[in-house]
């Protein structure tokens, strides 16, 4: 089992920034791929980012390309998600996981572990 933790959200204005964080306790950090996704009031679950195991490769979500950067620190079993230009429509909940793939993570598939989310709001 991987349990994830994670903080850094709350109430930023349009234009500013946040750095989330992600804690994974349990089964080896490093043997999973990790991501980040969201879900909009009123929409479909959305991809943001996912990096592989070493951190070597990442991929965003359209929306968010140019604006995010996802990185990790294996020594410190954490992921991050730092986002930078927010916009209102960045508002919704944030949720960690793990999968085996951050290639295949981008579809949604595949993820094995999931945190249970930290509230970014965006004020115009």
């Known amino acids: 089992q991987v349990q994830l933790v994670e903080s850094g959200g709350g109430l930023v204005q349009a234009g500013g920034s946040l750095r989330l964080s992600c804690a994974a306790s349990?089964?080896?950090?490093?043997?999973?791929?990790m991501g980040w996704f969201r879900q909009p009031p009123g929409k479909e679950r959305e991809f943001v980012a996912s990096?592989?195991?070493?951190?070597?490769?990442?991929y965003y979500g359209d929306s968010v390309n140019g604006r995010f950067t996802i990185s990790r620190d294996n020594a410190k079993n954490t992921v991050y998600l730092q986002m930078n230009s927010l916009k209102p429509e960045d508002t919704t909940v944030y949720s960690c996981?793990?999968?085996?793939?951050?290639?295949?993570?981008?579809?949604?598939?595949?993820?094995?572990?999931w945190g249970k989310g930290t509230l970014v709001t965006v004020s115009s």
């Open positions: 990096i592989s195991r070493i951190g070597g490769t990442t």
């Open positions: 996981t793990a999968a085996p793939s951050a290639f295949t993570m981008r579809n949604d598939y595949g993820i094995h572990y």
């Open positions: 349990g089964r080896s950090f490093s043997s999973y791929a």
